[in-house]
C-alpha cells in the first residue's frame, strides 16, 4: 500500500510558476512509474505528466509540454511538477499517481494507475 499527499497548489496569477510535491509513504515508492493528473471544474480529470521509476522517461501532455517539468527524488520519496508559464486554463485539483508496475511505458489513463492522492488546488487568475 502507498499513500500520497499532494501539496504546493495556491493562487498564482497567470505567467507565474508553481511547484507541486507528492510526498509517498509505504513500500518500493522508488520502483513505481508517477503520474501527475489535474481536474477542472466540470469536466473529466486529464493526464498531465508522467515519469519512470528511475526518472529517466518522462512523457507529457500536449496542453503542458515546454511549461511543466516532472521529475522525483527517490531519496526523498517525492515526486515533483515543475508549473511555468501557467495559464487560467491550468485552473484545477491536480493529483499524483502512482502505478506498482515497473515495466516503462507511456501510461496516460486513470485505469493504469494504483494509488492517488487526494489532490491540491491550483487556480491561476488572470
Known amino acids: 500500500q502507498v499513500q500520497l499527499v499532494e501539496s504546493g497548489g495556491g493562487l498564482v496569477q497567470a505567467g507565474g510558476s508553481l511547484r507541486l510535491s507528492c510526498a509517498a509513504s509505504?513500500?518500493?515508492?522508488?520502483?513505481?512509474?508517477m503520474g501527475w493528473f489535474r481536474q477542472a471544474p466540470g469536466k473529466e480529470r486529464e493526464f498531465v505528466a508522467t515519469?519512470?521509476?528511475?526518472?529517466?522517461?518522462?512523457y507529457y501532455a500536449d496542453s503542458v509540454k515546454g511549461r511543466f517539468t516532472i521529475s522525483r527524488d527517490n531519496a526523498k520519496d517525492t515526486v515533483y511538477l515543475e508549473m511555468n508559464s501557467l495559464k487560467p486554463e491550468d485552473t484545477a485539483v491536480y493529483y499524483c499517481?502512482?502505478?506498482?508496475?515497473?515495466?516503462?511505458?507511456?501510461?496516460?489513463?486513470?485505469?493504469?494507475?494504483?494509488?492517488w492522492g487526494q489532490g491540491t488546488q491550483v487556480t491561476v487568475a488572470s
Open positions: 499517481a502512482a502505478d506498482a508496475d515497473t515495466t516503462w511505458r507511456i501510461q496516460s489513463r486513470e485505469g493504469e494507475y494504483d494509488y
Open positions: 509505504g513500500r518500493a515508492f522508488s520502483t513505481y512509474t
Open positions: 515519469i519512470s521509476w528511475s526518472g529517466g522517461n518522462t
